[in-house]
């Protein structure tokens, strides 16, 4: 098959703004249907779809027409990027182009990661009719929950950094090759990249001043709008489900720091989309994998997945091209013989293939927080158990903002260093972790589903947080992450309006820590760590209940806060516990 190359196609939007496109088209006598890629870092930058992409070639030998794109003031495009703004209408713009040229049948479908997923939810929010089928990776879909804040309140803080850094750099080269002086801007950018400290431990977090000169946006609406106001729901395409008619096929991974909005764009969309095809046709892919391209790999230094655990080896190219054949070529049966679901389940480490997610016949189990005395450290009493605590108990320690629990993996979306499947024991040693840990199984457990810890907390402070992990304990010691969760006190209720705590007073909280498909083998324990910090992932709680991003690191306080567990304060994780071993 010959195609016919085109670039920087100047497409032009509603509001005069042209943005350079790079096209690539089947020269056959039938219009084919067209895969759109809307993307900040550059079009000529293939390589950055990633792990969880198809393969450029393949799609275009299956006879699609493949269009990039640089975002509105990126590269080769005009305007200024401000981040989340201009998506929807370009993209909506963009489709409504393509599907009008001549080679065009007129169904257009969009696929890529991260902020390329952004941009799909975006162009698929419009309603722009063209728009058959997404394929968004390792994204999401309520920008505020995933990646700037978290479903608990608490501020993406590596991740909002160091994006903001780099996409300054971006910006700070777009300058010089525009003639104008940068100074030593790009290398003290690019210093703070490689030393993350430089970032992170810089308070307070609002003042990043080369940050705020070439991405306003990082320190205006994603540093200053710490609630989910108004500013992060005009770009919460979820908030629209019910106008969405648009079949997504959802990719994921278990250590992905959006696996959270991953899984629920695909629960929502199925239940409440705009058309029964589009609630039919959502489709959803998880892998071992985080959000870094080593992560695809599914070998992270202390756990591997195995052979199969690769993005490459779960062959996610053929699946792609049977979803997008369905909606954008009308192949009524590429669909058919695929369950719905296709899952990594860790401990065993195989692929399976569920017909629904969560899974039907998922069993949530309770396991309290136990143990005659203080839980701090992996040397306390702490335990875990699905029988009813009858005892009281109080676990007390120090939360110190200038001594924060640091983050070990996880879902951080560490450019360049270790995220995923990390050994938890560095921090058991610490005063201010509550560590609780079953007995050793006999048999499997199957835990594969939503993990939520339900909490009975109370605080010298008028706010804190709470942070909850769940954690496989291997024969051999390792204690390796599964998934995580914080919940900031102000937001305990609600996102959008901030209550203080009185001190002292006991609350029930629930920390989501987001989910997992993980087999505790025989010979395994089960492990849950409790405390009030996992920095740099997560912001430091200033606990003064001021606007924690203006206030300097002298300026926070210490709180003495207090985890509550017994018959009355029954304190517990519940697992969604699959009973197939």
Not at 147 to 162: F, I
Not at 245 to 255: E, K, Q, R
Not at 376 to 387: D, F, K, Q
């Amino acid at each position: 098959m010959r195609f016919d190359v085109a670039f920087d196609v100047p497409v032009q939007m509603t509001d005069g703004t042209e943005l350079a496109t790079n096209i690539w088209r089947p020269m056959t006598p039938e219009p084919a249907p067209v895969l759109l890629v809307r993307t900040p870092y550059s079009k000529e930058t293939i390589g950055q779809l990633g792990g969880t992409s198809p393969n450029l070639f393949a799609m275009m030998r299956a006879g699609y027409a493949v269009a990039f794109q640089d975002c509105r003031g990126t590269f080769g495009s005009d305007g200024i990027f401000v981040p989340h703004v201009h998506d929807a209408a370009d993209g909506a713009d963009t489709i409504s182009w393509l599907a009008a040229q001549e080679w065009c049948n007129g169904n257009v479908g969009m696929w890529g990661p991260s902020y390329l997923g952004f941009v799909q939810w975006q162009a698929a929010a419009t309603g722009v009719p063209a728009l058959k089928a997404i394929a968004p990776a390792v994204t999401s879909a309520d920008l505020y929950r995933a990646p700037w804040h978290s479903r608990g309140g608490a501020m993406s803080l590596d991740t909002t950094l160091a994006w903001a850094t780099m996409m300054s750099v971006n910006e700070a080269r777009r300058v010089v090759a525009e003639g104008r002086d940068a100074g030593l801007d790009i290398p003290q950018l690019a210093a703070s990249l490689a030393d993350r400290s430089l970032l992170t431990e810089h308070t307070p977090v609002a003042e990043h001043p080369l940050i705020a000169k070439y991405l306003p946006w990082s320190a205006d609406i994603a540093i200053g709008h710490a609630s989910r106001d108004e500013a992060w729901e005009q770009v919460a395409a979820l908030d629209a489900v019910e106008s969405i008619t648009t079949p997504a096929l959802h990719i994921g991974g278990w250590y992905d720091v959006f696996i959270g909005e991953t899984l629920r764009a695909y629960t929502e969309m199925k239940a409440r989309a705009g058309s029964e095809q589009a609630r039919s046709g959502q489709r959803l892919v998880v892998g071992p994998w985080s959000h870094n391209a080593s992560g695809f790999l599914g070998y992270f230094p202390d756990r591997g997945f195995g052979i199969t655990a690769s993005a490459d080896a779960a062959l996610l190219t053929e699946p792609q091209i049977a979803f997008f054949d369905r909606w954008l070529k009308r192949q009524v049966d590429a669909l058919d013989g695929r369950e719905p679901v296709r899952l990594f389940v860790m401990g065993v480490d195989q692929w399976r293939d569920e017909p629904d997610w969560p899974l039907p016949d998922t069993e949530y189990t309770s396991y309290y927080l136990r143990g005659a005395g203080p839980a701090n450290t992996a040397g306390g009493a702490g335990a875990l158990s699905p029988a009813e605590p009858t005892d009281e108990f109080v676990d007390t320690y120090l939360y110190d903002p200038r001594r924060p629990v640091p983050s070990l993996g996880g879902t951080m979306m560490n450019m360049g260093g270790y995220d995923g499947p990390a050994d938890q024991r560095p921090v058991h040693d610490r005063d201010d972790v509550l560590v609780f840990v079953s007995d050793v199984l006999d048999e499997s457990l199957e835990v594969t589903g939503p993990v939520t810890a339900t909490l009975f907390v109370s605080s010298s402070a008028p706010d804190t947080d709470f942070t909850a992990k769940l954690v496989d304990v291997h024969p051999d010691g390792r204690a390796i992450i599964l998934c995580e969760g914080i919940q900031r006190m102000r937001y305990r209720n609600s996102l959008t309006e901030p209550e203080p705590i009185t001190p002292d007073t006991v609350y029930e909280i629930t920390v989501d820590l987001i989910a997992t498909a993980n087999v505790f083998l025989p010979g395994h324990q089960i492990m849950v760590e409790v405390s009030s910090s996992n920095f740099p992932r997560y912001d430091r709680n200033s606990n003064t209940g001021k606007v924690i991003a203006q206030e300097h690191l002298a300026e926070m306080a210490v709180a003495v806060n207090r985890v509550h567990r017994g018959a009355e304060y029954p304190s517990r994780v519940t697992l969604p516990v699959i009973r197939r071993y």
